[in-house]
């Protein structure tokens, strides 16, 4: 069993803390008035299969909190008829309390700053509309390493913050030319050194159907914590 760092697991408990709705074997609903309004309502299934989910006090006010609300299905039906939906799900990865940020590269990676704005330019340039989309990768983010084929920047990985929370959550972008050479790998697991370094915990988070986005995941050394889906705003 996987020993998550305790500032992640605090953290989850934190997202959650509020009054026990309902409780019917591995579902938990709570009501949470810290919730964020711009996502009302949010669940994640543990890698044991056990699912948290949290709403709103308004939205709680509006659903029927009986006995029979008693799965995840059930739930999202009672909040699609008033008119809340999920975006889609994502994995979240972190690396384990004992794991070592940094393992050796197989290709070579350096934080970028503003002095290679030109080299980042057309780097994203080259990326599709679609890859920076999903990856949001920007060079003005809290962090951001890279990898150069030449001088050409061919990989990066970048990091925001939470808010009130100890995590870096990351994003990375690779030019398809360069993809399955060691690159990303390199990029992604120089900024977990970084960010645990700078007291933050990293966090890699991927849609459930992206395979080589998983297998990079776990190529990093990052371990699966669980699945986590929000729904849209009010």
């Known amino acids: 069993m996987t020993d998550y760092p305790r500032p992640i697991l ?19 609903l709570f009501v949470v008035p810290t919730l964020n309004r711009k996502r009302p309502a949010m669940m994640l299934e543990g890698v044991d299969g056990s699912i948290q989910a949290a709403i709103t006090p308004e939205l709680a006010a509006a659903i029927d909190l009986d006995a029979n609300l008693a799965s995840a299905a ?13 975006h889609d799900p994502d994995y979240l990865f972190y690396l ?9 590269h197989s290709a070579p990676a350096r934080q970028l700053t503003e ?40 990989s990066a990985a970048s990091a925001i913050l939470w808010n009130d929370s100890p995590v870096a959550d990351l994003g ?25 370094q700078q007291g933050y915990e990293p ?3 991927c849609q459930m159907d992206n395979q080589a986005s998983v297998a990079l995941a776990k190529a990093c050394g990052l371990a699966l914590f669980g699945k986590w889906v929000v729904a849209a705003g009010e």
């Open 10 to 28: 605090n953290y989850w408990h934190g997202a959650f803390e509020g009054t026990i709705a309902n409780t019917q074997g591995d579902f938990t």
């Open 74 to 86: 059930s739930l999202r039906e009672r909040l699609a008829n008033e008119g809340i939906a999920f």
């Open 96 to 104: 384990p309390a004992d794991a070592a940020a940094e393992a050796g």
């Open 115 to 154: 002095d290679d704005r030109a080299a980042f330019d057309a780097f994203h340039a080259a990326a599709s509309e679609q890859d920076r989309e999903d990856s949001y990768v920007e060079l003005d983010q809290w962090a951001v390493f890279g990898c150069f084929d030449g001088d050409r920047l061919v």
């Open 172 to 196: 990375v972008l690779t030019l398809p030319d360069a993809r399955g050479k060691g690159y990303a790998r390199a990029a992604v697991r120089s900024l977990n050194g970084f960010a645990r």
């Open 203 to 205: 966090q890699y988070r």
